[in-house]
T-cell receptor
Framework: NAGVMQNPRHLVRRRGQEARLRCSPM?????VYWYRQLPEEGLKFMVY????????ESGMPKERFSAEFPKEGPSILRIQQVVRGDSAAYFC??????????????FGPGTRLTVL | SQQGEEDPQALSIQEGENATMNCSYK?????LQWYRQNSGRGLVHLIL?????REKHSGRLRVTLDTSKKSSSLLITASRAADTASYFC???????????FGQGTELSVKP
């Protein structure tokens, strides 16, 4: 059973370009979470999605950032018009269920975004 | 300040010694989890302790939870150089779904 997969592992963009980060959850998992980790810091929650639904986007900046988890295919985190401050590691996690108390979340290896 | 704060921020010990890391949080929780992150890598889940549990063991790991003090500790016994990593606690904040991470403890185990 393959783990959570993220690609690309490393992404370099120039200021103003778009960044697209992909996440394929573990087989059988229908809940996806995106987190961002700045250097020397812990992970910060961004968005929680189920298939075709955004459940909680309270951690996602209102502008330039969007996320989706379509019926078919991976979850996508999209950052438009990137700025240097977007440089970070972006982690995706998945879980089989999340009602009330969270179950264990399984993390992918992350995408390291560098904005030049 | 942020839910889930670990201390110490950094800990350096010799191989064979025990390592204790603490985590405090602010709101009620359903469970608390500990994760490990090796430099430049993803997170590995270590252990989950539910709010009605006080202590849990997994191999060389021992986790305690005190909901009255809103704190947890992670003890790694007989540490090895391979335990060198950053350790994070994470709570669900009783909100379901998202995890709230602390800043982490950077553990260095010297051979």
């Amino acid at each position: 059973n393959a783990g959570v997969m993220q690609n690309p592992r490393h992404l370099v963009r120039r200021r103003g370009q778009e960044a697209r980060l992909r996440c394929s959850p573990m087989k059988g998992h229908s809940h996806v979470y995106w987190y961002r980790q700045l250097p020397e810091e812990g992970l910060k929650f961004m968005v929680y999605l189920q298939k075709e639904n955004i459940i909680d986007e309270s951690g996602m900046p209102k502008e330039r950032f969007s996320a989706e988890f379509p019926k078919e295919g991976p979850s996508i985190l999209r950052i438009q018009q990137v700025v240097r401050g977007d440089s970070a590691a972006y982690f995706c996690a998945s879980s089989p269920q999340s009602k009330g108390g969270s179950d264990e979340q399984f993390f992918g290896p992350g995408t390291r975004l560098t904005v030049l | 300040s942020q839910q889930g704060e670990e201390d110490p921020q950094a800990l350096s010990i010799q191989e064979g010694e025990n390592a204790t890391m603490n985590c405090s949080y602010k709101t009620s929780i359903n469970n608390l989890q500990w994760y490990r992150q090796n430099s430049g890598r993803g997170l590995v889940h270590l252990i989950l302790i539910r709010s009605n549990e006080r202590e849990k063991h997994s191999g060389r790991l021992r986790v305690t939870l005190d909901t009255s003090k809103k704190s947890s500790s992670l003890l790694i016994t007989a540490s090895r150089a391979a335990d060198t990593a950053s350790y994070f606690c994470a709570t669900d904040g009783n909100q379901g779904g998202k995890l709230i991470f602390g800043q982490g403890t950077e553990l260095s185990v010297k051979p």
